[in-house]
């Protein structure tokens, strides 16, 4: 049986001030959970957000890193300087960092490689736009992007692969895609996996959904049949109403 994986993607909110009072308050919110709880912080906020949560059952992730060592590249982080402080996930591929960064797929790729090397657990986002939906190239977009990410893992790490399944509409527009779109759409990507790692691997890889997941749709989406957990935007930002996705099933 597959993990639910629930995880939190603050994206560029939250102060070191705030992150300490939101994990202060998160901690027993969740103690009692058998999923798994990540929060994915800004850059600035992980050296506090993983000292917070030491003796806790949360997790720390980052939000993106570069695929380099070092260099000569001015803002970035690398996954040497993110395992150093203690970061265990990294979020690779959101559609915000494709749409306004540049992240292409041979970049997460590239990143994804990397991360393992460091001993980081990646959360690699995929999903079509509302056109591309429109079109009814969904299933093309999504398999095309899983299958470019993943290209030359051992199944091995196939298998410790977090994918999560962001349709774009659905992400921060309060649209979620309905349980059943978005448990076909990931047992699509699951099916692509098993075209090309087995049906064995395919089957151990948690695969979330995102966009717009919230307290009160949280159960019926973790509760379809593909469903591993959520990466979480918006609702992720206040631990009570993070609390209630974590415990969907409390
Ligand atoms: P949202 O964001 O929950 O605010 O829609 C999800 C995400 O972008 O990871």
Known sequence: MRRKVIAGNWKMNKTPN?????????????????????????????????????????????????????????????????????TEYVILGHSERRQYYNETDETVNLKLKVAFENGLKPIVCVGESLKQREDGVTKNVITTQTRLALD????????????????????????????????????????????????????????????SVKSSNAKELFEMSDIDGGLVGGASLEPQEFSKIVNYDK
């Not at 895609?177 to 448990?183: G, I, Q, Y």
């Open 152 to 211: 030359g893992l051992t199944n091995e790490l196939v298998e410790k692969t977090v994918i999560a399944y962001e349709p774009i509409w659905a992400i921060g527009t309060g649209k979620t895609a309905s349980n059943e779109d978005a448990n076909d759409a990931i047992k699509t990507i699951r099916e692509e996996i098993a075209n090309i790692y087995g049906n064995e691997t395919a089957e151990k890889v948690i695969i979330q959904y995102g966009g």
């Open 18 to 86: 705030e992150t300490k009072k939101f994990i202060e308050e998160l901690k027993a919110l969740v103690a009692n959970t058998e999923n798994e709880v990540i929060i994915c912080v800004p850059f600035i906020d992980l050296a506090t957000a993983i000292e917070m949560t030491k003796d806790t059952n949360i997790k720390v992730g980052a939000q993106n890193m570069h695929f380099k060592a070092n260099g000569a590249y001015t803002g970035e982080i690398s996954a040497n300087m993110l395992t150093e402080i203690g």
